[in-house]
């Protein structure tokens, strides 16, 4: 029988450089941990364009490398009618999550789009961060630090999450 069609998920950020490449990269890494390669398959993208081509800042590489994650994608950009192409579409901010939203109008489609730290299974109503992976751009390293350990913790909820939508292997 044919495999199952993959679930297909795409990281938001606005510039596709920092955050939403270093949530592909966690990914792709706990969904090969899990032996799911192939059936999670992960993407990302930016609101804006202005870093389109790009490989990922060279902080956000440094410290995923130092968890032993490499980051390899090129930056692209989210556009209209793109949430066709995916099972759900994460943003890592309200602003992203806006702009998402103003790019999606078909009711069906806007239901994919969701903040990431909405899967972190410890997140709070007082949490530090707003529910939000805040923007570490114009900050120091410590940021990428931060980051870093806002977007696994919501990847392992998220992995959880898709697990228990994947078909058993013996239905497949
Ligand atoms: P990201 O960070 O959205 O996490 O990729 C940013 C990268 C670039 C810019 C802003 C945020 N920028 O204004 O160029």
């Given at each position: 029988m044919a495999d199952p069609a993959p679930v297909r998920l795409c990281f938001v950020c606005l510039g596709n450089i920092c955050r939403s490449p270093t949530a592909e990269g966690v990914m792709a890494a706990l969904v090969d941990e899990a032996g799911l390669t192939g059936r999670i398959?992960?993407?990302s993208a930016g609101t804006g364009d202005w870093h389109r081509g790009e490989l990922p800042d060279e902080?956000?590489?440094?410290?995923a490398r130092r968890r032993g994650v490499e980051l390899t994608s090129r930056a692209t950009t989210f556009r209209a009618g793109d949430a066709h192409a995916y099972d759900l579409v994460l943003a890592m901010d309200r602003s992203n999550l806006a702009d998402l939203l103003d790019r999606t109008p078909e009711p069906a489609l806007r239901e994919r789009i969701h903040l990431l730290?909405?899967?972190d299974p410890?997140?709070?109503p007082d949490d530090r961060?707003?529910?939000?992976v805040?923007?570490?751009w114009a900050g120091g390293e410590q940021g990428f630090v931060v980051v870093?350990?806002?977007?696994e913790a919501a990847c392992r909820g998220l992995l959880a999450h898709v697990?228990?939508?994947l078909p058993a292997p013996e239905d497949g």
């Open positions: 398959v992960v993407d902080r956000a590489r440094a410290e730290r909405e899967f410890a997140l709070t961060w707003g529910g939000e805040p923007d570490p870093y350990d806002l977007i697990r228990e939508t």
